[in-house]
């Protein structure tokens, strides 16, 4: 592929072809050997520490060259768009920009350039507003196939910020193509029905959690709301969150999962962030194994590294 930008349309085939080099690197096998090196910026316009610091792993396992870019101090604080800080980066040599951006859909006009245009490079999508999160998805998918070894049938609810979460929509849209029950919890003024009844039932959180297989809990995004009036930390926790009698209440071999950060005694009871069931850990440590892959098929596919 020469973008990777979401998984809504992503070929079921490619996923697990994914998920099998993933694997691959995860249990020690050898990156490739490019022939030429491949220069790659990661330009994050929304803070991270998870996934820009694995696609920066995953890059330099991968061998190939980082050259640093902080919007903070770039020409984008004189004004500079996207498309020509691209234009900048990609004339000087950089092939692979990987990016995050606040905006949904940022890289749309990216992929559809008029001929007459000059920028050539490949678009890893980092994350674009509540629009994809389709590194988060592929690494959540890791998990889960390591934890079950299939998704057909799984019973996996959705919780929490949904109308803000990229992390939902790239997971709803995935995980129904693969087979697995969806369901989805939380307050339902985030819940928008006209778009994710298409995906998965709502329902309470205490009329599904001994049921699920997978609890997935999303992250209260502050940052994205209009206004914090509703917002009660101790009583979101009490009617929405993961606490320990919850907890107690779950099938044996059933995990919980978050995308990170978390707001600890809010989605879940901060005890519960290293519980036995909890894949937090195992969820980041994937991120760089599945980041390695997605970064491997664009080199790839653009015939980069002279393979
Ligand atoms: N899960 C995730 O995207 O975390 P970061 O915002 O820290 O990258």
Redesign the pocket.
């Known amino acids: 592929m020469s973008n990777f930008v979401s998984v809504e349309d992503l070929p079921l085939k490619i996923v697990e072809q994914l998920l099998k080099r993933a694997s691959y690197f995860k249990n020690g096998g050898q990156p490739p050997k490019f022939k030429q090196p491949v220069y790659v910026a990661n330009l994050f316009f ?7 610091c694995s696609f920066e792993m995953a890059e330099r396992k991968l061998g190939l060259t980082v050259i640093p870019f902080d919007p903070a101090t770039s020409s984008v604080k004189k004004g500079e768009s996207l498309y020509d800080t691209l234009l900048a980066l990609n004339s000087i040599g950089v092939q692979l920009a990987v990016i ?1 951006h606040p905006q949904n859909d940022y890289y749309l006009p990216l992929l559809d350039l008029a001929p007459t245009q000059q920028l050539n490079l490949g678009i890893v999508n ?2 674009d507003g509540s629009g994809q ?1 389709p590194s ?1 998805s592929l690494l959540d998918m890791l998990t889960i196939k390591e934890q079950f070894g299939h998704f057909a049938g799984l019973k996996i609810a959705i919780i929490g910020d949904l109308t803000n979460s990229r ?1 939902a929509r790239s997971n709803m849209q995935l995980l129904q193509r693969l087979g697995a029950e969806i369901y989805f919890s939380g307050p339902q003024y985030w819940y928008d029905a006209a778009e994710f009844g298409q995906y998965g039932q709502y329902l309470p959180l205490d009329q599904l959690i001994e049921q699920m297989d997978v609890v997935m809990l999303l992250r209260v995004q502050h940052e994205r709301h209009q206004s914090e009036d509703q917002f009660d930390v101790t009583a979101y926790h009490q009617q929405y969150g993961l606490t320990k009698e919850r907890y107690q209440k779950m099938k044996d071999d059933a995990i919980i999962m978050h ?3 978390i707001n600890r005694g809010v989605e879940l009871d901060s005890d519960l962030v290293e519980a036995p069931k909890s894949r937090f850990a195992e969820q980041m440590r994937n991120g760089v194994f599945v980041r390695m892959a997605m970064l491997e098929a664009v080199i790839n596919g653009r015939k980069l590294g002279g393979i």
Do not use: D
């Open positions: 929304e803070n991270s520490t998870r996934t820009h995050r980092a994350g999160h988060q992390v995308p990170g950060p």
